[in-house]
């Protein structure tokens, strides 16, 4: 008889529990504490990005399967992977819509406190993959003007693509970039001195891509000096060890959290689960919607009488997703000392509340609303009926 699969799993992936219970014995283990030693007995090994995963950890185990619930891949050694006939999946594209929308709450409340108006806008979108392409829709539908920078699809003509120094010069710059070191395109550190002088002074600044895409020190010495605008930041070098002074001189800080949508995570879990069922040639039987809860946002009523505008936007979105609060959270460990911070920023990414996409909600318009049915459906609501 075939022994049964051990399983360890990183504590932070969601119904876990739910999906992998019964293929196996399962053990969740802190994601930062995952070593090779404990790994001594382990078939799979399921994490997120916090987990890096190469030879060290592995060699010499019996893992066979690493499935990462997070969608970019610069913590795994894919090399190394497949080297050793290890088969492995991550969760690219599952909580894309999650910093789309968490990059167009970031745009709505800059636009609240600074008295920017977006619609007119250039927004330039440096990388244009699963999440940059949702960036573009909602961008567009709060009347932006979106500029494309992504040399591997502008070589096989899938955009319109523009040089960095055009898409650094527009009025706003949001990263969607993956992580890398090597190849034709590296991106390590492709925000530094030489390329942040291309911004204008008043440019909006976003990055939810990775930390390490931007030099911590040019990005500082360029927000210290004025010579670039409005700043948010939901990646940071050397997590969870980051610079604190960089988090106190941007506009918005936030915990690595972008992506953090409960719909999002449970989609990684998700394409994890059904790679490992294909990997052991067995039906998937789990789904997210078993387990995911209903939205705590169900129906958002607009006042008949609200004029449409950039605010009225903005308060429904916040009804859904208060970016503030997780401004909020992050600056609260400020008055921790330097020793306590890293732990407690993991803390917030771990006990991260619930937070449910725009989709998960309905919106009840009035008639004759159609530019705001408009507008909303471009962000990604999907449930939109008239008052009875």
């Given at each position: 008889?075939?022994?049964?699969?051990?399983?360890?799993?990183g504590?932070?992936?969601?119904?876990?529990?739910?999906?992998?219970?019964?293929?196996?014995?399962?053990?969740?283990?802190?994601?930062?504490?995952?070593?090779?030693?404990?790994?001594?007995?382990?078939n799979?090994?399921?994490?997120?990005?916090?987990?890096?995963?190469n030879e060290?950890?592995l060699?010499?185990?019996?893992?066979?399967f690493?499935?990462?619930?997070?969608?970019?891949?610069?913590?795994?050694?894919?090399?190394?992977?497949?080297?050793?006939?290890?088969g492995?999946?991550s969760?690219?594209?599952?909580?894309?819509?999650?910093?789309?929308?968490?990059?167009?709450?970031?745009?709505?409340f800059?636009?609240?406190q600074?008295?920017?108006?977006?619609?007119g806008?250039?927004?330039?979108?440096?990388?244009?993959?699963?999440?940059?392409?949702l960036?573009?829709?909602?961008?567009?539908?709060?009347?932006?003007?979106?500029?494309?920078?992504?040399p591997?699809?502008?070589?096989?003509?899938?955009?319109?693509?523009?040089?960095?120094?055009?898409?650094?010069?527009?009025?706003?710059?949001?990263?969607?970039?993956?992580?890398?070191t090597?190849?034709?395109?590296p991106?390590?550190?492709?925000?530094?001195?030489?390329?942040?002088s291309?911004?204008?002074?008043?440019?909006?600044?976003i990055?939810?891509?990775?930390?390490?895409?931007?030099?911590?020190?040019?990005?500082?010495?360029?927000?210290?000096?004025?010579?670039?605008?409005?700043?948010?930041?939901?990646?940071?070098?050397q997590?969870p060890?980051?610079n604190?002074?960089?988090?106190?001189a941007?506009?918005?800080?936030?915990p690595h959290?972008?992506?953090?949508?409960?719909?999002?995570?449970?989609?990684?879990?998700?394409?994890?689960?059904?790679a490992?069922?294909?990997?052991?040639?067995?039906?998937?039987?789990?789904?997210?919607?078993?387990?995911?809860?209903?939205?705590?946002?169900?129906?958002?009523?607009?006042?008949?009488?609200?004029?449409?505008?950039?605010?009225?936007?903005?308060?429904?979105?916040?009804?859904?997703?208060?970016?503030?609060?997780?401004?909020?959270?992050?600056?609260?460990?400020?008055?921790?000392s330097?020793?306590?911070?890293?732990?407690l920023?993991?803390?917030?990414?771990?006990?991260?509340?619930?937070?449910?996409?725009?989709?998960?909600?309905t919106?009840i318009?009035s008639?004759?609303?159609?530019?705001?049915?408009?507008i909303?459906?471009?962000?990604?609501?999907q449930?939109?009926?008239?008052?009875?």
């Amino acid at each position: 008889m075939k022994k049964p699969l051990n399983i360890i799993a990183g504590e932070n992936i969601p119904y876990v529990h739910e999906a992998f219970q019964d293929l196996g014995n399962l053990r969740i283990v802190p994601g930062r504490s995952t070593t090779s030693a404990n790994l001594k007995d382990t078939n799979i090994l399921l994490i997120r990005s916090i987990t890096q995963v190469n030879e060290a950890l592995l060699k010499d185990t019996p893992v066979e399967f690493v499935g990462s619930a997070s969608a970019g891949t610069d913590h795994m050694d894919t090399d190394y992977l497949q080297s050793g006939n290890i088969g492995f999946a991550s969760a690219t594209g599952s909580n894309a819509n999650s910093v789309a929308e968490y990059v167009i709450a970031a745009l709505l409340f800059l636009g609240k406190q600074q008295d920017i108006s977006l619609e007119g806008k250039t927004i330039g979108i440096v990388g244009v993959g699963n999440i940059g392409r949702l960036v573009k829709r909602k961008a567009e539908a709060l009347g932006m003007h979106p500029i494309l920078n992504d040399p591997p699809l502008a070589k096989i003509g899938k955009i319109e693509h523009h040089s960095l120094e055009e898409t650094l010069r527009c009025d706003v710059v949001t990263l969607h970039t993956p992580l890398t070191t090597d190849g034709p395109y590296p991106t390590f550190h492709l925000l530094n001195e030489q390329t942040l002088s291309h911004m204008k002074p008043s440019a909006i600044f976003i990055n939810a891509a990775r930390g390490e895409v931007v030099d911590t020190s040019a990005l500082l010495d360029a927000i210290t000096h004025q010579r670039i605008g409005p700043t948010i930041i939901d990646v940071w070098e050397q997590e969870p060890e980051i610079n604190w002074e960089l988090f106190q001189a941007a506009t918005l800080g936030t915990p690595h959290i972008a992506g953090h949508s409960l719909d999002g995570k449970a989609n990684g879990t998700f394409m994890i689960y059904t790679a490992l069922c294909k990997h052991l040639d067995i039906q998937p039987t789990w789904q997210p919607i078993q387990s995911l809860p209903p939205s705590t946002v169900p129906l958002i009523e607009i006042d008949a009488q609200a004029p449409y505008d950039q605010e009225l936007i903005r308060a429904i979105i916040t009804n859904i997703y208060d970016i503030q609060a997780d401004y909020g959270r992050m600056q609260a460990l400020l008055t921790a000392s330097s020793e306590e911070r890293p732990p407690l920023f993991d803390a917030l990414r771990k006990n991260y509340p619930v937070r449910r996409e725009f989709h998960q909600s309905t919106v009840i318009l009035s008639e004759g609303t159609n530019k705001l049915r408009q507008i909303l459906d471009g962000l990604g609501f999907q449930n939109m009926r008239e008052e009875i």
